[in-house]
């Protein structure tokens, strides 16, 4: 890197969730490998998380990554104390304070960087966070969105957003095409994030809006993603006139196996050599994974409908069951049913959080019941892992759409309706056990999806490796960063 960049100093500034942080703090690591001077915003529970992840990197890789901490206002916008994460809200109703609490950091974060001795030459901050753009214009610098979905489902928004859908579909459940797709996309209205939650959840068009206005205060996209992968759908953008760089996937900088058990900065529920001793004794290609991201709450019967899938599965399976999602109904079943008796030798039950990017890219991993969410996504085509889709809300079902219409490397579980954020009846089933049965044996049975998903994994690599395409668009955001700031 021609030694101008060298004093180039960025911003990043990750919106308050799992999905947002975690491939935030890739993306530092992979610009500290440029030889910028890179530092983190975030609050301070976060931030002692976070913390740990850095003096790894730094460690490791000697990675030169600041951090540095502002106070979030748990208290003033009606959150419990150390309240700060979308995956520590004990309900969606607390999602809004959140996003408020977020936005009163615009004047401290402010503040703070006006007053760095190096001055800041751009902010990246999370698409999530529109009033960041607001910041960078009074600091007189570019602010660059970075954007936790892929271009296709961007694309699919974009376009559903131009189509008015509202009076021209009549009823929830109707199939209808998005138009100016590259290919053939079709969807529900009960498939598309909601928009109208005000009540029980964020006021989702409120964030909208302020992100279409922020597009203007925005130089460009940074895409975790890579071309190779959606080609057609990059391209769309760019003919729209939109900068956009797609630098991903960016969980790839994790090669050692100590940055792969540190991602996330969680500390997982599982010791990873003991999670990994597990997995060595598996045959290859042979376990099912099943986790569902950080953010959503999942109703006990459908917990226990799930456990039951993967045991008539007949096959070797690790199952992620998040803390907040073991009440006390699943609790009594696993044990009155002796469950973890039933699967011994062959099913592992974690109980909270998972070394997800560990688990995906061990050998012995040959499916994965996904959520969606496009880290989970993501980490699976970096891993060549297939995946059983299971979409629950926001862009979930596009990024399905992707995973098993475009790339053709999944199978869907079969649901056809977004549900609502907030915990619906704890009876409620959405997905049967002989659905999830069906969907692991039409997975694993099925070579020619292997195959691609193999392939995906060769593409995914050659786009981080030096000289790849994601490799290069890191080069090009930079010398972007350095014309913006005339260095
Ligand atoms: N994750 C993890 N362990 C878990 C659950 C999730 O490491 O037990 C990570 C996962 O690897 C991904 C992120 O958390 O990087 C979840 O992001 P995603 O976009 O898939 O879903 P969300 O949490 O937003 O629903």
Same mark, same amino acid.
């Given at each position: 890197?021609?030694?101008?960049?060298?004093?180039?100093?960025?911003?990043?500034?990750? $919106? !308050?969730?799992?999905?947002?942080?975690?491939?935030? !703090?890739? /993306? *530092?690591?992979?610009?500290?490998?440029?030889?910028?001077?890179?530092?983190?915003?975030?609050?301070?529970?976060?931030?002692?998380?976070?913390?740990?992840?850095?003096?790894?990197?730094?460690?490791?890789?000697?990675?030169?990554?600041?951090?540095?901490?502002?106070?979030?206002?748990?208290?003033?916008?009606?959150?419990?104390?150390?309240? %700060?994460?979308?995956?520590?809200?004990?309900?969606?109703?607390?999602?809004?304070? +959140?996003?408020?609490?977020?936005?009163?950091?615009?004047?401290?974060? +402010?503040?703070?960087?006006?007053? =760095?001795?190096?001055?800041?030459?751009?902010?990246?901050?999370?698409?999530?966070?529109?009033?960041?753009?607001?910041?960078?214009?009074?600091?007189?610098?570019?602010?660059?969105? =970075?954007?936790?979905?892929?271009?296709?489902?961007?694309?699919?928004?974009?376009?559903?957003?131009?189509?008015?859908?509202?009076?021209?579909?009549?009823?929830?459940?109707?199939? /209808?095409?998005?138009?100016?797709?590259?290919?053939?996309?079709?969807?529900?209205?009960?498939?598309?994030?909601?928009?109208?939650?005000?009540?029980?959840?964020?006021?989702?068009?409120?964030?909208?809006?302020?992100?279409? %206005?922020?597009?203007? +205060?925005?130089?460009?996209?940074?895409?975790?993603?890579?071309?190779?992968? @959606?080609?057609?759908?990059?391209?769309? $953008?760019?003919?729209?006139?939109?900068?956009?760089?797609?630098?991903?996937? #960016?969980?790839?900088?994790?090669?050692?196996?100590?940055?792969? +058990?540190?991602?996330?900065?969680?500390?997982?529920?599982?010791?990873?050599?003991?999670?990994?001793?597990?997995?060595?004794?598996? *045959?290859?290609?042979?376990?099912?994974?099943?986790?569902?991201?950080?953010?959503?709450?999942?109703?006990?019967?459908?917990?226990?409908?799930?456990?039951?899938? !993967?045991?008539?599965?007949?096959?070797?399976?690790?199952?992620?069951?998040?803390?907040?999602?073991?009440?006390?109904?699943?609790?009594?079943?696993? %044990?009155?049913?002796?469950?973890?008796?039933?699967?011994?030798?062959?099913?592992?039950?974690?109980?909270?959080?998972?070394?997800?990017?560990?688990?995906?890219?061990?050998?012995?991993?040959?499916? /994965?019941?996904?959520?969606?969410?496009?880290?989970?996504?993501? %980490?699976?085509?970096?891993?060549?892992?297939?995946?059983?889709?299971?979409?629950?809300?926001?862009?979930? /079902?596009?990024?399905?759409? !992707?995973?098993?219409?475009?790339?053709?490397?999944?199978?869907?579980?079969?649901?056809?309706?977004?549900?609502?954020? @907030?915990?619906?009846?704890?009876?409620?089933?959405?997905?049967?056990?002989?659905? #999830?049965?069906?969907?692991?044996?039409?997975?694993?049975?099925?070579?020619?999806?292997?195959?691609?998903?193999?392939?995906?994994?060769?593409?995914?690599?050659?786009?981080?490796?030096?000289?790849?395409?994601? $490799?290069?668009?890191?080069?090009?955001?930079?010398?972007?960063?350095?014309?913006?700031?005339?260095?």
């Amino acid at each position: 890197m021609a030694s101008k960049s060298q004093q180039l100093h960025i911003i990043l500034i990750p $919106f !308050l969730a799992q999905s947002h942080i975690i491939p935030i !703090l890739d /993306f *530092a690591k992979l610009l500290s490998q440029r030889d910028l001077i890179i530092t983190i915003v975030s609050t301070p529970v976060n931030s002692s998380s976070i913390q740990s992840i850095i003096d790894h990197a730094t460690i490791s890789s000697h990675a030169k990554i600041n951090l540095v901490t502002v106070p979030f206002p748990s208290i003033q916008v009606g959150l419990p104390e150390g309240c %700060e994460n979308m995956d520590t809200l004990s309900s969606p109703d607390m999602a809004t304070q +959140l996003f408020a609490g977020c936005e009163m950091l615009q004047e401290p974060i +402010l503040e703070l960087l006006s007053d =760095f001795q190096l001055r800041p030459s751009a902010i990246i901050s999370s698409n999530a966070l529109p009033w960041t753009g607001k910041v960078a214009c009074s600091l007189g610098i570019p602010r660059y969105a =970075f954007q936790t979905i892929c271009c296709f489902s961007m694309l699919i928004s974009h376009n559903v957003g131009r189509m008015n859908v509202s009076q021209t579909v009549m009823s929830d459940s109707e199939s /209808f095409e998005v138009q100016n797709m590259p290919d053939k996309i079709v969807i529900t209205k009960s498939q598309m994030p909601r928009r109208d939650s005000k009540k029980g959840g964020v006021d989702i068009r409120k964030v909208i809006q302020q992100m279409a %206005e922020a597009e203007r +205060l925005t130089r460009g996209m940074v895409v975790n993603s890579f071309a190779d992968m @959606e080609p057609k759908y990059v391209e769309a $953008f760019k003919n729209m006139g939109k900068k956009i760089w797609c630098i991903g996937p #960016v969980s790839l900088c994790n090669q050692d196996m100590s940055d792969k +058990l540190e991602r996330g900065g969680k500390k997982g529920s599982i010791d990873g050599n003991v999670c990994l001793k597990w997995l060595d004794s598996m *045959a290859p290609k042979t376990v099912i994974y099943a986790c569902f991201g950080s953010i959503g709450r999942i109703p006990s019967a459908q917990i226990i409908e799930t456990g039951l899938g !993967l045991e008539a599965s007949n096959r070797p399976f690790i199952w992620i069951i998040r803390k907040k999602d073991v009440s006390n109904q699943v609790e009594k079943w696993l %044990e009155d049913e002796k469950f973890e008796e039933r699967v011994k030798g062959r099913g592992l039950i974690i109980r909270g959080w998972a070394p997800q990017v560990v688990i995906l890219s061990h050998p012995s991993v040959g499916g /994965f019941i996904t959520h969606c969410g496009w880290n989970s996504t993501v %980490e699976a085509i970096c891993a060549g892992v297939p995946m059983i889709t299971w979409p629950m809300f926001a862009e979930q /079902f596009y990024n399905e759409k !992707l995973v098993v219409n475009v790339l053709k490397i999944g199978v869907g579980v079969g649901v056809e309706t977004a549900v609502k954020m @907030e915990l619906e009846d704890e009876d409620k089933v959405f997905v049967s056990s002989m659905q #999830v049965k069906e969907a692991i044996e039409q997975l694993m049975d099925d070579e020619e999806r292997i195959k691609r998903a193999a392939e995906l994994r060769q593409l995914a690599t050659k786009a981080t490796n030096d000289g790849g395409s994601s $490799f290069l668009n890191i080069t090009a955001l930079i010398q972007d960063i350095m014309q913006q700031t005339k260095l």
